[in-house]
């Protein structure tokens, strides 16, 4: 028992490891902005390794989480609630964006230079509104197997509870594939915490870069859209979240956004949050909440509870409305703010998306305002870190609240895993009880996902 917990305690390492790498990538950022630029690729190509497991890791976690459960309804009744709660974080989300915008007017007094128009019409080519019709066939994959290669969230959800609900019709003929697909599971999480293992050097490419590109002078002239966007996201979590756990759960906010302190450094310095989402998802089991609602709830959550992209685009609109001396009226705010929400859906974890979505959002409302678009871009990337974190903590919270909601979510468990009595294992992000799957609706003779023998140990 010694011997393995040392092994696990090597994963701190890890971390303060990242935390070195971020400093150092800053620092060769401003010391050398154009080898800084150079090192991009080190970071995309940590980014895309993770990107690679997000459609095992929700396929398996899906099809173990319904196919395990008995009554459909109750599956039903998780992704209904899930979705009625995402729509009202995100108008909660846009009306406080709404009221910060109009309180500090980020913009007013800007002049836009002729490279920052041609930078706002860059951002907007191809960037068009896509349709309700075009969003909805967008999420049925060419093959089964599609889902998996062009790594849409989307598309890997559909099949996933289609594969989850067909094993719960076939009952007990179905169960040796739910063994097989435990098994799969837990390789894939193998293979992630392998992947972990280059954090830092991803994390310096990733820094570096983007502090090459953006540099000092962009900083200081946008710090007030840039200042009142990070307090807007902060009074969000801790105001709105924060109060909302405590009065539906009675756990405080703080212990979680702890517990998952090293997801939060992987999205400051990927930023994207999609680099934390096979994480969160084995996390909010290891917590307690159960395997059918974190598996419906985290993989939609990524594509539909887009609370931080919802602050960004109010903030990022007004400013430009502003710098462009064409203040939006009440009623164009909430259309056009209405609607590129509505469009953003489906691209939460993709750097890069957000501001995609709000130059095609200007130009599908008031084309006249895209050029303004170039004035943000130099910022872009802090502010989708603070848009990905908040995104990432509304999950969070949501996959609690559901759990509670639900009856689904052992609190006793969550105190003992906050308070650090029962450690996360970060060697293979599962749990060898398998706490997660419940129990009532389990099949008896199939074991819960994660369990199993330890090779290593045998």
Same mark, same amino acid.
Not at 111 to 116: D, F, N, Y
């Given at each position: 028992?010694?011997?393995?917990?040392?092994?696990?305690?090597?994963?701190?390492?890890?971390?303060?490891?990242?935390?070195?790498? +971020?400093? %150092?990538?800053?620092?060769?950022?401003?010391? &050398?902005? #154009?080898? @800084?630029? =150079?090192?991009?690729?080190? !970071?995309? $190509?940590?980014?895309?390794?993770?990107?690679?497991?997000?459609?095992?890791?929700?396929?398996?976690?899906?099809?173990?989480?319904?196919?395990?459960?008995?009554?459909?309804?109750?599956?039903?009744?998780?992704?209904?609630?899930?979705?009625?709660?995402?729509?009202?974080?995100?108008?909660?989300?846009?009306?406080?964006?709404?009221?910060?915008?109009?309180?500090?007017?980020?913009?007013?007094?800007?002049?836009?230079?002729?490279?920052?128009?041609?930078?706002?019409?860059?951002?907007?080519?191809?960037?068009?509104?896509?349709?309700?019709?075009?969003?909805?066939?967008?999420?049925?994959?060419?093959?089964?197997?599609?889902?998996?290669?062009?790594?849409?969230?989307?598309?890997?959800?559909? +099949?996933? %509870?289609?594969?989850?609900?067909?094993?719960? &019709?076939? #009952?007990? @003929?179905? =169960?040796?594939?739910?063994? !097989?697909? $435990?098994?799969?599971?837990?390789?894939?999480?193998?293979?992630?915490?392998?992947?972990?293992?280059?954090?830092?050097?991803?994390?310096?490419?990733?820094?570096?870069?983007?502090?090459?590109?953006?540099?000092?002078?962009?900083?200081?002239?946008?710090?007030?859209?840039?200042?009142?966007?990070?307090?807007?996201?902060?009074?969000?979590?801790?105001?709105?979240?924060?109060?909302?756990?405590?009065?539906?759960?009675?756990?405080?906010?703080?212990?979680?956004?702890?517990?998952?302190?090293?997801?939060?450094?992987?999205?400051?310095?990927?930023?994207?949050?999609?680099?934390?989402?096979?994480?969160?998802?084995?996390?909010?089991?290891?917590?307690?909440?159960?395997?059918?609602?974190?598996?419906?709830?985290?993989?939609?959550?990524?594509?539909?509870?887009?609370? #931080?992209? @919802?602050?960004?685009?109010?903030?990022?609109?007004?400013?430009?409305?502003?710098?462009?001396?064409?203040?939006?009226?009440?009623?164009?705010?909430?259309?056009?703010?209405?609607?590129?929400?509505?469009?953003?859906?489906?691209?939460?974890?993709?750097?890069?998306?957000?501001?995609?979505?709000?130059?095609?959002?200007?130009?599908?409302?008031?084309?006249?305002?895209?050029?303004?678009?170039?004035?943000?871009?130099?910022?872009?990337?802090?502010?989708?870190?603070?848009?990905?974190?908040?995104?990432?903590?509304?999950?969070?919270?949501?996959?609690?609240?559901?759990?509670?909601?639900?009856?689904?979510?052992?609190?006793?468990?969550?105190?003992?895993?906050?308070?650090?009595?029962?450690?996360?294992?970060?060697?293979?992000?599962?749990?060898?009880?398998?706490?997660?799957?419940?129990?009532?609706?389990?099949?008896?003779?199939?074991?819960?996902?994660?369990?199993?023998?330890?090779?290593?140990?045998?």
């Amino acid at each position: 028992m010694a011997a393995e917990a040392g092994r696990r305690d090597r994963t701190h390492y890890l971390y303060i490891a990242v935390i070195a790498a +971020v400093v %150092l990538g800053i620092a060769v950022g401003f010391a &050398a902005p #154009g080898v @800084a630029v =150079e090192l991009k690729p080190i !970071g995309t $190509g940590f980014v895309n390794l993770i990107k690679m497991m997000i459609s095992p890791v929700i396929f398996c976690t899906i099809v173990l989480g319904i196919g395990s459960v008995r009554n459909a309804a109750k599956v039903g009744a998780v992704g209904g609630l899930a979705l009625g709660y995402f729509v009202v974080m995100s108008t909660a989300a846009l009306a406080i964006g709404l009221l910060v915008g109009n309180l500090i007017e980020p913009g007013a007094g800007l002049t836009i230079s002729e490279s920052a128009k041609a930078a706002g019409d860059k951002a907007a080519e191809g960037a068009g509104g896509e349709s309700t019709v075009d969003f909805l066939l967008g999420m049925i994959p060419t093959t089964m197997v599609s889902a998996f290669t062009e790594g849409k969230v989307l598309q890997t959800l559909l +099949v996933a %509870l289609m594969a989850g609900f067909a094993l719960q &019709a076939m #009952g007990k @003929a179905g =169960e040796p594939i739910l063994r !097989g697909i $435990g098994h799969i599971q837990r390789l894939v999480f193998r293979i992630l915490a392998m992947i972990m293992w280059v954090a830092p050097i991803g994390a310096f490419g990733a820094i570096a870069a983007v502090v090459g590109e953006t540099g000092i002078d962009a900083l200081k002239s946008l710090a007030v859209i840039m200042i009142g966007f990070y307090i807007t996201c902060a009074l969000f979590v801790f105001v709105v979240l924060g109060g909302l756990m405590r009065l539906v759960t009675g756990i405080g906010l703080f212990p979680l956004l702890k517990y998952l302190g090293r997801e939060f450094l992987l999205i400051l310095s990927t930023s994207s949050s999609e680099s934390a989402l096979p994480r969160l998802i084995a996390k909010m089991e290891h917590m307690g909440v159960s395997k059918p609602v974190v598996g419906i709830t985290v993989p939609t959550g990524y594509s539909f509870n887009l609370d #931080g992209t @919802a602050i960004y685009l109010t903030m990022a609109s007004l400013f430009i409305a502003n710098a462009m001396g064409d203040p939006l009226s009440a009623s164009e705010q909430i259309s056009l703010l209405v609607f590129m929400v509505i469009a953003s859906k489906g691209a939460a974890g993709v750097t890069g998306a957000g501001l995609a979505t709000l130059a095609g959002g200007l130009q599908s409302h008031k084309p006249e305002l895209v050029d303004g678009v170039g004035l943000i871009v130099g910022i872009d990337r802090f502010m989708s870190e603070a848009r990905a974190m908040t995104n990432f903590a509304g999950n969070a919270v949501a996959t609690v609240l559901v759990g509670t909601w639900t009856k689904e979510f052992d609190k006793e468990r969550a105190r003992e895993v906050l308070a650090g009595r029962i450690p996360f294992d970060e060697k293979t992000l599962l749990d060898d009880d398998g706490h997660g799957a419940p129990a009532a609706d389990a099949p008896a003779d199939v074991p819960a996902p994660g369990k199993g023998p330890d090779l290593e140990k045998v």
